[in-house]
């Protein structure tokens, strides 16, 4: 089954990975209003990549050595 501190670190991440869906959901939704209003694709198609791209990178950085900053 598992020890609690296996359960606590599957956890952990579930929750990491709900949190950054429900950021780059937003975002998207965010950002295609914004794009849409500017009329530009090409800078949808960056912004829409880029930034959950950093968020993601950043909300996962400090997972290696056991800190969260």
């Known amino acids: 089954m598992g020890t609690s501190t296996e359960k606590s670190r599957r956890y952990s991440l579930a929750t990491r990975a709900l949190t950054l869906f429900a950021f780059v959901a937003a975002l998207a939704l965010v950002f295609r209003e914004l794009i849409y209003w500017l009329g530009g694709d090409v800078l949808a198609s960056i912004?829409?990549?880029?930034?959950?791209?950093?968020?993601?990178?950043?909300?996962?950085a400090g997972s290696r050595d056991g800190t969260n900053a």
Do not use: G, K
Request: proline share 7%; aromatic share 22%.
């Open 47 to 60: 912004m829409i990549v880029l930034i959950p791209l950093l968020f993601f990178v950043r909300l996962f």
